[in-house]
């Protein structure tokens, strides 16, 4: 994460993967800017002037925010905390990576060997899965989900039926979009974190995801 300070125009640039919720779904766009007065973010333009959305960015929770322009692949949102978010980042900005909760039937190679396990939740670093024969910290793994493959990943953690894979490079916002958009057109809907920590199971239909696994 870089951040850059323009005191000029107390602008504060925040490079950061996020989450935007909007009537058609879930979009993977990028984090850009914080102002006293909104966000600025890039990657998804398919929007209207006034429009009401919401956005995620980091493990506080979703955001409200107002459409106030949209131009060239960007948009910037009016947000009434943007003034306390711009002091923040000013100081310490969050660098937990954006979690996206999901539920969805998943691929995993253990030492050669094949299991069928789920994905909990998918961030451009790396995800919560159920925990299978084999998974300590620090063992490699690969993960398949959606159609996509990650290699090589480490087990960070595990604890009971869960554990946390780091992929050995961050996911490209193309691969996630690619998944999630697979996943709606499937007719599952992802939604951001309601509130700090994990939330419960949230694709409906389990059914369709199961299915795109499958395939």
């Known amino acids: 994460m870089m951040i850059e300070r323009r005191a000029e125009r107390r602008t504060i640039s925040v490079f950061k993967a996020a989450y935007i919720e909007t009537d058609t779904g879930v979009h993977f766009v990028t984090l850009k800017n914080i102002s006293a007065s909104g966000v600025c973010f890039a990657g998804y333009a398919d929007l209207r002037i006034g429009q009401q959305i919401t956005c995620c960015f980091d493990s506080s929770g979703v955001r409200n925010g107002e459409v106030r322009w949209v131009r060239d ?15 923040e980042a000013r100081n310490t900005f969050p660098p937990r990576s954006v979690r996206l909760p999901l539920e969805m039937d998943a691929k995993i190679y253990v030492q050669g060997n094949r299991f069928r ?4 939740n998918l961030s451009i670093r ?3 899965i159920t925990r299978v024969h084999g998974m300590r910290p620090g063992s490699l ?4 989900i959606s159609g996509h493959s990650f290699e090589a990943a480490t087990v960070k ?23 999630t958009n697979h996943l709606q057109k499937a007719g599952a809907t ?7 920590g994990y939330t419960p199971p949230i694709v409906e239909p389990v059914i369709a995801a199961k299915a795109i696994a499958e395939a």
Request: a negative charge; one cysteine or more; hydrophobic letters at 45%.
């Open 157 to 179: 953690w595990a604890d009971g039926e869960r554990a946390g894979i780091r992929f050995a490079q961050p996911v490209s916002g193309t691969q996630i979009c690619e998944i």
């Open 190 to 196: 992802l939604r951001p974190f309601a509130d700090k």
């Open 73 to 87: 692949g960007e948009f910037g949102l009016a947000m009434e905390e943007a003034d306390i978010l711009a002091i």
């Open 141 to 144: 793994v690969s993960l398949e």
């Open 126 to 128: 790396g995800a919560c």
């Open 117 to 120: 396990s789920q994905v909990h």
